[in-house]
């Protein structure tokens, strides 16, 4: 998948990634109903294309043909979705769960806000190396305004 950098050295504090979250909610809904749409249909259609005749008399190809181009198109729009979070300057990190991440600092070091599609607000962090499962509770101290960012 081609990545595109998200904006050179972007920072988020918290209040600044919980302010983003009504378009990066939207962006990511779409991205995830339609990455879901997208590997059910792949699926679909890589069952009923198995052990089909390739040599031009399967009179149902034409239709399989169509059907790959129109999943083809699609994934090109999930690029897009991805491609738009990433100009906000937030990192997609799972098209399919809805987890983003929010490059910010904390405590004089490099972290990621992490969010996943249904949490009311940004409410966590993860180290730069350590992944969604890495994920920590932010604090009452940084839930409203970030001040340590």
Same mark, same amino acid.
């Given at each position: 998948?081609?990545?595109?950098?998200?904006?050179?050295?972007?920072?988020?504090?918290?209040?600044?990634?919980?302010?983003?979250?009504?378009?990066?909610?939207?962006?990511?809904?779409d991205l995830v109903r339609l990455a879901q749409d997208v590997l059910d249909r792949r699926q679909r259609l890589a069952a009923l294309s198995d052990g089909r005749a390739r040599?031009?008399?399967?009179?149902? /190809?034409?239709?399989?043909?169509?059907?790959?181009?129109?999943?083809? =198109?699609?994934?090109?729009? *999930? /690029?897009?979705?991805m491609d738009e979070l990433?100009?906000?300057?937030? =990192?997609?990190?799972?098209? *399919?769960?809805?987890?983003?991440?929010f490059p910010s600092t904390l405590d004089g070091r490099s972290v990621y806000l992490c969010w996943k599609l249904g949490d009311p607000e940004v409410g966590y962090y993860h180290e730069v190396d350590a992944g969604f499962e890495g994920r920590q509770p932010l604090g009452e101290q940084l839930g409203a305004g970030g001040s340590r960012n």
């Open positions: 998948m081609n990545r595109k950098p998200t904006p050179a050295n972007k920072r988020f504090t918290v209040c600044q990634a919980n302010a983003t979250l009504p378009l990066v909610r939207a962006i990511t809904g040599d031009g008399h399967d009179p149902y /190809q034409e239709e399989l043909n169509q059907i790959a181009e129109q999943l083809d =198109e699609d994934s090109r729009q *999930l /690029q897009q979705y990433r100009q906000i300057g937030v =990192e997609p990190r799972s098209a *399919l769960e809805g987890i983003v991440d």
